[in-house]
């Protein structure tokens, strides 16, 4: 490796071990040893010490320790061990860097620092299970760090506009006399976040351990690889998580620091300065680690290229930019040019199946005002009919097809789709309209999208646009029948009347040894693949992660096992998993990645589960947070007593069945609880089970297992009469 960058990098290390090292010992004199320390919202402790050094550091003498092995790292001797000998110390001293960046990020957590606005601080592990679904999915390929404020501001938009529409997620760090490229952007009005894929982190170098911090969470959420396990959880933040780092303008010692962390890791750092040695040794990325590119234009293309992502940039008959970073855009009131639907006016969007004669494939009909026939902030009624025909296309592919237009039209940069069907609420941005964008663009995007998602089963695609009034009154009408009629057919399936299930198996590029088995009444544990997506998935491909899976005989049928299930969970998942009860929460349960929507957990002095959403984040009655919990059920293994549902699952009547399913649900996050309210109501009077709901208690009545057994007593909760769980 070069010698300036080696140099640079160590001298980097040396500054960040000091400052670790001098902010312990002030915390050990003002807090003592035993002052509890930890990042917010993570199982995981210090997240990098945790998967590197195998240390649960909880406390400022655990802090100590960390600080320790830094200067070990970085000292004068050699160490006794280095973490990759071939690269020799100069990736040695980019461990070092993270580990002390961690303490000196933890001390900051400890003092109550308050974090600057817009910036996220330490990433949270809900954030990264809420994400799981778009890496492992290959809709978000991967991230960026970027360093730095851009030469201009110009190039600033364009740099994260180009990770942007190849779907590729950017977190903004680290100042340069005083400006990072988070202030271009505000000055450009650029809209950040995580729903856009802009992330500000933090205006410091330190605050890039939060970025590789997540990154690490991957090995031990998705991977199930344990702490200390360094080798296993390098290999797969090298060969499952495709990172990498951008720098702008010349590197000071504390970044090339960072950037050797980084190429640890895996993940290689692109910069544009002239002045930059570019190091090119192999064995840890795609190409190469250090690299230079110059041209602003190709810089991005560059840095995709280098470390090996697979992108697809998506090109279509409309004039604004178009990818699934655009999917959270929110256009607001004062930048819209349009709206429909929402409590302004009345919208629809439906799709129904035709005879492939009553079709003309590409045809989108506007009958109507369009958008330039409107004033600015105007509210107009809309009605969205897509006609499909195919030789495989089935009236129970429509809702499926259906739901799709919430993702296509929202990638639309400057178009805000909510809801679906009847409660439509979509906005077009007066920066759309300005580069031209009209109704029958919408069309355009349903068209291209439908073909090219699911050409497998639609051979042709006619849409047509309706803002007259009457007749979008007229399509309401017989959407709402075609929607009703849609959801008895689907209320009705049931695990006994098919002989096949399908399998998931999408969750695999970051959980190897996980298998979903979706079936009519359990959905897939991320809550957006059910039943018929699945037997359309296969259809659309008969190779892809969705198959077939046919049950076989029975081998217990109260257990929801099958011998054809067995041997097919068997069979893909590495021999991992030898047996799968579909109904049972405690005998060989399903088997999760970590994208799950809710983990259900047993409470034996309650004889009952409880049920936690990902979104809540307090504590629960059996002592552990929905993080720690979800250490215990990710990575694709197989816990008796845990497992990972989708949140519709709840209410389905083979629900932990073998074990007496909802009866046995004894508590629940509140807003869960209201959110599943009226489906849980349905089931439990299904079941004889009147006022159930609130018998279900939530973190308002108890978050203590005492305090939960005295309630359930107090409400006479049926779980108490049942047979012990264990």
Same mark, same amino acid.
């Given at each position: ?35 509890? %320390? ?81 910036? =996220? ?98 090995? +031990? =959420? ?52 002239? =002045? ?36 697809? %940039? ?50 989108? !009909? ?13 509210? +107009? ?123 998931? !198996? ?5 959980? #190897? ?11 897939? $544990? ?5 039943? +018929? ?21 029975? %081998? ?34 399903? !088997? ?19 049920? %936690? ?6 504590? !629960? ?43 046995? $649900? ?35 009545? =108890? ?14 909760? #049926? ?8």
């Amino acid at each position: 490796m070069s010698r300036k960058v080696i140099a640079a990098a160590i001298r980097g290390a040396q500054s960040f071990v000091a400052r670790a090292e001098s902010e312990v010992r002030t915390a050990l004199e003002t807090r003592g040893s035993e002052q509890r %320390v930890g990042f917010p919202g993570t199982a995981f402790y210090l997240p990098m010490a945790y998967a590197l050094m195998g240390i649960e550091a909880q406390t400022v003498g655990d802090l100590q320790l960390i600080a320790r092995h830094c200067r070990e790292l970085v000292g004068e001797e050699p160490p006794a061990r280095l973490w990759l000998p071939y690269l020799g110390r100069g990736l040695d001293s980019g461990v070092a860097t993270l580990l002390a960046q961690e303490v000196i990020c933890a001390l900051r957590y400890l003092r109550n620092e308050p974090i600057e606005q817009d910036h =996220t601080g330490f990433i949270s592990d809900t954030i990264l299970r809420e994400l799981g679904i778009q890496l492992v999915d290959g809709r978000m390929p991967g991230f960026a760090a970027i360093l730095g404020p851009a030469p201009t501001n110009d190039i600033a938009v364009k740099a994260v506009r180009q990770l942007q529409q190849r779907n590729i997620l950017s977190f903004l760090l680290c100042n340069r006399d005083g400006r990072s490229l988070y202030d271009q952007l505000v000055e450009e009005g650029v809209e950040m976040g995580w729903n856009t894929y802009i992330v500000p982190v933090g205006r410091d170098t330190e605050s890039a351990i939060y970025v590789l911090d997540w990154a690490i969470r991957g090995a +031990l =959420t998705f991977g199930g690889h344990k702490k200390g396990d360094f080798r296993a959880c390098l290999r797969y933040c090298r060969e499952r998580i495709f990172a990498f780092g951008i720098t702008f303008g010349p590197i000071p010692d504390e970044w090339y620091a960072v950037g050797a962390g980084a190429i640890v890791m895996g993940f290689p750092v692109i910069s544009d300065d002239a =002045t930059t040695p570019e190091i090119r040794p192999t064995g840890v990325t795609t190409y190469e680690e250090l690299v230079r590119e110059t041209d602003h234009e190709k810089l991005i293309a560059r840095a995709i290229e280098v470390r090996g992502v697979k992108v697809k %940039v998506e090109t279509m008959d409309i004039p604004v930019a178009y990818a699934a970073a655009f999917e959270g855009e929110r256009v607001r009131r004062e930048d819209m040019h349009t709206q429909f639907g929402g409590k302004y006016s009345k919208a629809v969007e439906f799709l129904r199946m035709r005879d492939a004669k009553d079709i003309e494939d590409g045809r989108v !009909t506007v009958i109507g005002p369009d958008l330039d026939a409107t004033d600015a902030r105007t509210s +107009l009624d809309l009605g969205i009919l897509i006609e499909v025909a195919g030789r495989k296309m089935r009236p129970d592919f429509e809702g499926i097809l259906e739901r799709q237009m919430h993702r296509y039209l929202n990638h639309a940069m400057g178009v805000m789709h909510i809801a679906q069907r009847d409660q439509l609420w979509l906005r077009i941005s007066k920066d759309a309209f300005k580069a031209g964008f009209r109704l029958k663009h919408l069309g355009n995007i349903l068209h291209a999208k439908l073909l090219g998602e699911y050409g497998g089963i639609v051979d042709r695609v006619q849409v047509t646009i309706y803002t007259e009034s009457e007749a979008v009154e007229k399509l309401l009408a017989e959407a709402t029948a075609a929607f009703d009629a849609r959801d008895d057919r689907v209320r009705g399936m049931m695990d006994e009347s098919v002989d096949t299930f399908y399998s998931c !198996t999408i969750c695999q590029s970051y959980a #190897p040894n996980h298998v979903c088995v979706i079936t009519p009444e359990r959905l897939g $544990l991320c809550g957006a693949y059910n039943w +018929l997506d699945g037997q359309a998935a296969y259809e659309i491909n008969p190779v892809g992660p969705n198959q077939p899976i046919k049950k076989g005989r029975v %081998v217990n049928e109260s257990l929801g096992e099958w011998q054809g299930v067995n041997e097919f969970v068997y069979a893909h998942s590495n021999h991992a998993t030898e047996r799968f009860s579909a109904y049972s929460l405690m005998q060989n349960p399903m !088997t999760s990645c970590g994208c799950f929507e809710v983990i259900v957990a047993i409470v034996p002095e309650c004889n009952g589960v409880i049920a %936690v959403n990902r979104e809540y984040q307090g504590d !629960t009655p059996i002592g552990m947070q929905f993080s720690t919990l979800a250490g215990s059920v990710g990575g694709g293994a197989q816990t008796p007593g845990f497992v990972g549902v989708g949140r519709m699952y709840l209410a389905s009547r083979k629900f932990i069945a073998a074990e007496g399913g909802l009866k046995r $649900l004894v508590w629940m996050p509140k807003d869960l609880k209201e959110a599943m309210r009226a489906y849980l109501a349905d089931r439990a009077q299904e079941m004889g089970l009147n006022g159930f709901v609130d018998k279900i208690a939530d973190e308002t009545i =108890t978050t203590e297992s005492d305090g939960l057994l005295a309630h359930l007593e107090r409400v006479e909760h #049926p779980a108490l009469t049942m047979e012990p769980l264990i």
